[in-house]
Each structure stands twice: as structure tokens, then as C-alpha cells.
């Protein structure tokens, strides 16, 4: 695999940089049954990847409307990391939807 021009913050392995891009195609490809397939298996091999939580997060947020379910997934990435922004805003966002703040 090529040199990453970036820091890998997660310790990710090559094949997890593999699936994640996967995941991303999938989305943007609109087959978020095959993304969150592919995501959910990635989660159970490593259940507090930041990365895999916050995809999850914003698929269920923004393409499935899952709002409780999507705040569920930044609630976890903000146990690993409580100074995310982008978690936080993320789940800011999602819990207006479900009545929570």
C-alpha cells in the first residue's frame, strides 16, 4: 500500500484503511446496506475504533435518519475522545432531532 502523505492518530491497520475507504464508496454509492454491513463487521473486531463510530455515526445520521441510534454512535466516540469537535457537533446536531439536548 502506498505511503500515507498523514499521521495515522488511530493505529490503523492497511486492510482497515481498505474497508473504511470501502465503507465511504458504498455510502456515496448509496448501498448503505452493504456500508453498514461492512462497518458493523469492522466493529466487531475492534469495537472502539473512532473511525468506524463515527462512520456509523454519520450513516445513520445522515443517510438512514436513524437520529437515536446515530447520537448512540457519537455518544461512544465521545467516551474514547471527549474533546472530538466533530463528534460533538455531529451529535449535537442529531440529538435537536430526538428531542434530547
Not at 5 to 17: R, V
Not at 77 to 92: K, Q
Request: proline share 3%.
Amino acid at each position: 500500500m502506498a505511503e500515507r502523505a498523514w499521521e495515522n492518530t488511530y493505529n490503523l491497520s492497511d486492510e482497515q484503511f481498505e474497508q473504511l475507504e470501502a465503507a465511504e464508496v458504498l455510502m456515496e454509492g448509496m448501498d448503505l446496506s452493504g456500508a453498514e454491513r461492512l462497518l458493523l463487521s469492522m466493529l466487531e473486531q475492534a469495537e472502539d475504533c473512532v473511525p468506524v463510530l463515527s462512520n456509523l455515526g454519520y450513516l445513520y445520521g445522515k443517510h438512514l435518519s436513524e437520529f437515536e441510534t446515530a447520537v448512540e454512535y457519537y455518544d461512544r466516540v465521545l467516551e474514547i475522545e471527549p474533546d472530538n469537535p466533530w463528534a460533538r457537533d455531529a451529535r449535537r446536531r442529531y440529538s435537536r432531532y430526538i428531542g434530547r439536548d
